[in-house]
């Protein structure tokens, strides 16, 4: 069937001329990002042929505390669950990134300054001649043959005996050691040993410390990206078995659950752990300050060890130290009971006993709600000096106070770094993104639920907003990257805004301004669900959330993740008209009737800055029969008329200056003290995407009009978004206002 459409189109469609060239804003960003197929769907799910390689490992390792180095052996179970046979595998060693000759990797900063300290000069230079990296001993398959290795940097390629055919697996046995490094000694050290000269003990805080697999995948093949510090890993889900020897007054934190409690724990440590078990309201202390005190003066020299099982994780690290305070507490989440703990130097007190464990149980129950339920067994907050740094069930977390004395701000962000980090069990740990790759797709969704934890759990915490990015996105434009740019292509002073806090504020808009929370929490559980256990890429995520929501969303993705481009519109016009009827006559077939619009307004064509000179006259005419053309019924004229009359019509016109499109909110203060808001959707801008109008009817008179008034866009520049024209404010106004 087809259908004759007429359509009449009087002069109220007038093309309206845009300044500059169309730049397709609202265009399917489909050629940039990956092409759908039987692996990742068009939907943002994994496909049905989705596959994915498996790695378990059995480890065996030895904390040599005299000479700090750690010796490990393993045995690595690969399954080839792709479709494809595989004659060499790659593994990487990721302590090789502070190696000697590899000095180019994880170079983060560069430059001479006129003075700098010696551990800055040390960062720079590596004045300090430190044998980091591994040694490594042997690398054998399961019936001991030797396997031919060649070591790139971070990354050691491991040519197999026999082909691993698709669907098979095969064994890989490695011994190897490293020097553990001072953690001050590098720039960006995520993991090492610290030294408390005072008692002369060490906390040892082991990450990326055996050799593993790396990720082979259906978009990558073999990941080949090199550690270069700022992007951070990709690996495989497996399980551990693993056995870790220290001196015997050493207790450990790690990953997955202890499987030798009665040989590693005192009885009373045991008791105290079956009370902490059943306590949900606050922790119980494991170990003492007192008793890791008494600990710090023990320095044994005899060996004891641990072993840890771990289902279904990605990474596995620990924390070795006889300075550990222990508190535990039980965390209810629907489908599971968590044991919430935490481990800290004397030197983290009394802060830490405070809010530590508390703050895992915050997160814990926020994350739990907006994605699935946290699944393993514990979840571990290590104190350390600085920085947090997450792997499944435990994170080292960094922040203590001087002298027993901590601000209120450090305090807020050592909370904020405890709930981020317990925040990565879920990105990356559980759904596994490639972190080196793409570090917005871990830190940006983290952050947006750590910042939502902040706000449901310590309300009175600064937390990050639209506003939080206003500098950012206002900088510079040579030195902004768009947030889709590979994790070590991105400056050390920009990541933070580029790959955290940015992506955060764009989910903050999609939830509150674009898509709604309802839908919007849907859709983000929904991708959690889909990839949980699973390797997302960004187009993944991208489709996800438009497909569960039924929005087109690539305008917001092209714009907000594909460009440097910021929000700035500017509220250019209003003019305000104003229909009298002083006489109507509907039954005038000769359309001579009129409605005459009184006004005292000069309608001239200036451009009011205020309202002052009132409203604008215009003529209201009775539409002549032949604008309807074929159509045999008509608008009801009187019903028009009384719409419109004695009411208030504004028009208004608002100029991207920007170059970021995004809905329109757009506040009115009415006379009489009152005011409403309208919100218009980003769709608005879809054929002139540098100037909208727009017309509004109100029943009141309106005194002023202000665009995005609850801040919900990071416009950044909000001195051009009201009407009457407000006061610029002076440079000094504004230096003084920042102070
Ligand atoms: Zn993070």
């Given at each position: 069937m ?12 007038t093309?309206?001329?845009?300044t500059?060239p ?6 399917p ?16 799910a994994?496909?049905?042929a989705?596959?994915q ?5 059995k480890?065996k390792?030895?904390i040599?505390e ?8 393993e045995t690595?179970?690969y399954?080839?669950?792709s ?10 060693l ?17 430059s ?8 800055n ?7 300090i ?5 591994y040694?490594?001993k ?10 031919k ?5 971070t990354m050691?390629?491991?040519k197999l005996?026999?082909?691993l055919?698709s669907?098979?697996?095969?064994k ?7 020097p553990?490094?001072d953690?001050?000694m590098?720039?960006?050290s ?7 000269p005072e008692?002369?003990?060490?906390v040892?805080?082991i ?6 697999m ?10 080949n ?5 700022l992007g951070?890993?990709?690996?495989e ?8 020897t ?8 790690s ?5 030798n409690s009665d ?8 008791k ?16 003492t300050?007192e008793?890791?005190?008494?600990n ?11 072993k ?17 305070i ?28 405070e ?16 994605t699935?339920d ?9 104190n ?20 027993g004395?901590?601000t ?6 050592m ?6 980090e ?11 993104s490639?972190?080196?790759?793409w570090?917005?797709?871990?830190e ?15 309300p009175s915490?600064a ?29 050390m ?14 989910l ?12 919007f ?5 929904e ?6 256990y699973k390797h ?5 995520l991208?489709r ?5 929501t039924?929005t ?5 993705y ?16 209003v003019?305000?008209?104003k ?6 006559n ?27 000179n ?9 539409t002549?029969?032949?604008?309807y ?15 419109v009359?004695?009411?208030?019509i504004?028009e ?6 920007g170059g ?7 506040k009115w ?8 808001i ?5 769709d ?6 540098y100037e909208?109008q ?10 002023s009009?202000?665009l ?18 407000t ?10 206002h920042?102070?």
């Open positions: 087809r259908f004759f459409l007429f359509f009449v189109f009087t002069s109220l469609f093309v309206q001329a845009q500059k169309w730049q397709g804003k609202f265009e960003i489909d050629n940039m990002i990956a092409v759908p197929n039987t692996y990742r769907t068009a939907s943002g994994p496909g049905s989705y596959w390689q498996r790695a378990n490992y480890i390792a030895v040599d005299s000479n700090n180095t750690l010796t490990g052996e690595i179970t399954f080839n669950n479709p494809d046979d595989l004659s060499y595998v790659w593994i990487q990721e302590q090789n990134v502070n190696k000697k000759e590899n000095e180019d990797f994880g170079n983060l900063r560069n001479m300054r006129d003075s700098m300290t010696t551990r000069l040390q960062f720079l230079t590596r004045a001649d430190f044998p980091a990296g040694s490594i042997s690398v054998t398959d399961s019936s001991n043959n030797k396997l290795t060649m070591v790139n940097n050691m390629k491991v005996n026999t082909i055919k669907g098979e697996s095969t890989i046995l490695i011994s190897w050691s490293y553990i490094t953690r001050s590098y720039l960006l995520r993991e090492g040993y610290e030294y408390f008692d002369d003990n060490t040892y805080l990450a990326h410390w055996f050799p593993r790396a990720v082979y995948s259906d978009t990558e093949g073999w990941q990206q090199q550690f270069q510090k951070e890993f990709a690996l889900f497996g399980d551990y078995e693993v056995e870790i220290v001196p015997q007054d050493h207790i450990i934190a990953t997955g659950e202890l499987q040989a590693v724990l005192s009885k009373t440590q045991r105290r752990l079956e009370v902490a078990k059943k306590s949900f309201d606050k922790p119980v202390m494991i170990i300050k008793e890791a005190i008494a710090e003066k023990q320095k044994s020299t005899k060996q004891k060890t641990w840890f099982n771990a289902t279904n994780v990605r990474d596995f690290a620990f924390a070795s130290s006889r300075k550990f222990w508190d535990a507490q039980a965390v209810k989440l629907p489908t599971n009971t968590v044991m919430a703990m935490s481990f800290y130097p004397k030197e983290g007190l009394p802060v830490w006993q809010v530590s464990t508390e703050a895992i149980k915050n997160g814990l129950e926020i994350y739990s709600e907006a699935f946290y699944p393993y067994p514990v979840c571990i907050s290590v350390t000096s600085n920085i947090g740094m997450e792997f499944p069930m435990i994170s080292f977390n960094g922040g203590r106070p001087i002298n004395e901590i209120e701000k450090a305090k807020q962000s909370i904020g770094t405890i709930i981020h317990v925040g990565h069990n879920w990105f990356p740990m559980i759904v596994s490639d972190e080196r790759k570090m917005w797709m871990d940006g969704l983290n952050t947006f639920l750590h910042q939502r934890t902040l706000k449901e759990r310590y915490f937390s990050v907003t639209p506003q939080t990015i206003v500098p950012f996105m206002s900088g510079d434009k040579n030195i902004l990257r768009p947030i889709m740019t590979n994790s070590d292509n991105e400056l002073t920009q990541f933070g805004s580029n790959f955290y806090r940015k992506p955060t504020v764009g903050q808009m999609l939830r509150h301004s674009i898509i709604g929370e309802e839908l929490d849907e859709a983000f559980k991708y959690a669900n889909r990839w949980k997302p890429n960004p187009a993944d991208f996800t959330l438009e497909d569960a039924a087109d969303l690539d305008w917001f092209r714009g907000w993740f594909f460009t440097t481009d910021h929000v700035d519109m500017e509220l250019s016009h003019k305000w008209f229909v009298y009827e002083d006489e109507l509907i039954e005038d077939k000769k359309g001579t009737s009129k409605s005459k619009i009184a006004s005292q307004a000069d309608s001239s064509k200036t451009i009011n800055k205020d309202f002052s009132g409203p604008e006259v215009i003529t209201m005419t009775t002549p029969d032949k604008a053309g074929q159509f045999l019924s008509r608008i009801d004229e009187a019903q028009v008329r009384k719409q009359s004695g009411k208030n504004y208004i016109t608002i100029t991207n200056i970021l499109v995004m809905p329109v909110t757009i203060e009415f006379k009489d003290g009152t005011s409403e309208d919100r218009l959707p980003a608005l801008w879809r054929r002139n995407e909208i727009e017309t509004f009817i109100k029943e009141k008179e309106v005194i009009v202000t995005d008034p609850n801040f919900e866009f990071a416009d950044t520049n909000t001195e051009n978004n009201s009407f009457p024209k006061e610029t404010i002076s440079e000094f106004e504004k230096f003084k920042n102070k």
